[in-house]
């Protein structure tokens, strides 16, 4: 009874020291896939914002009604596809059509069946209205889920620190205006190009 109980000892720590090995990370050509089409759904974002192309922008999003944007104060957050075209179209009245390049040398992510993460950290260029050269960076991260069509947002969330200008003064005589206040928009307000 001894040698069965051995038997079974050997196979279970032989299967548990296996089981890492087999739970291992993807074959590296299938990471690079995911890799590569979660990189492509961020380019066509920005592509699509770029050309303030509203229906392309929402095509990218899953086909379900919880679907949501985030940026980066308080108070901006909106949820459904109909909130989410909304905030699109007062963020184009913030920048001039054609203008907005990016480049997202850091960027991370992974899939597991039909679900996806990215975070991507960019650098943007652009034009406001008037047409003053901007240049900001931004923070993006999504988790996707797959569809018929391809990798579709679930969630989008985009920040940028628009200007570390610390807490008011004592000597201010206006406070600060209420968060509620600021054009709805999915990032701050960009930084000026030197």
């Known amino acids: 009874m001894k040698k069965s109980y051995q038997a ?3 196979a279970t720590l032989g299967c548990a020291l296996a089981l890492p090995v087999l739970a291992a990370d993807p074959a590296p050509a299938a990471t690079e896939k995911a890799s590569a089409e979660l990189k492509a759904v961020l380019t066509q974002h920005h592509e699509a914002l770029n ?3 509203i229906k392309a922008l929402m095509a990218l999003y899953a086909d379900n009604p919880n ?3 985030m940026g980066t104060g308080s108070g901006e957050f909106w949820k459904g596809k109909a909130a989410i075209e909304e905030t699109y179209k007062h963020f184009f009245e913030t920048f001039k059509a054609g203008s907005l390049t ?3 040398p850091e960027m991370a992510g992974g899939e597991e069946g039909n679900d996806a993460w990215f975070m991507a950290s960019c650098i943007m260029k652009d034009s406001d209205p008037s047409g003053q050269a ?6 993006v991260s999504a988790v996707l889920k797959k569809e018929k069509a391809g990798w579709r947002v679930q969630a989008l969330h985009t920040s940028n620190l628009a200007e570390d200008a610390g807490p008011p003064s004592e000597d201010d005589a206006e406070p600060a205006a209420p968060a509620s206040a600021a ?3 999915p990032e701050a307000a ?3 190009a030197p």
């Not at 901007?134 to 923070?139: K, P």
Request: aromatic share 4%; glycine share 0%.
């Open 51 to 53: 050309k303030q192309d």
């Open 67 to 69: 679907v949501a944007l």
């Open 8 to 10: 079974l000892l050997a």
């Open 102 to 104: 990016h480049n997202c």
């Open 183 to 185: 054009t709805p928009t």
């Open 134 to 139: 901007r240049e900001f960076e931004l923070n």
């Open 190 to 192: 960009p930084k000026k």
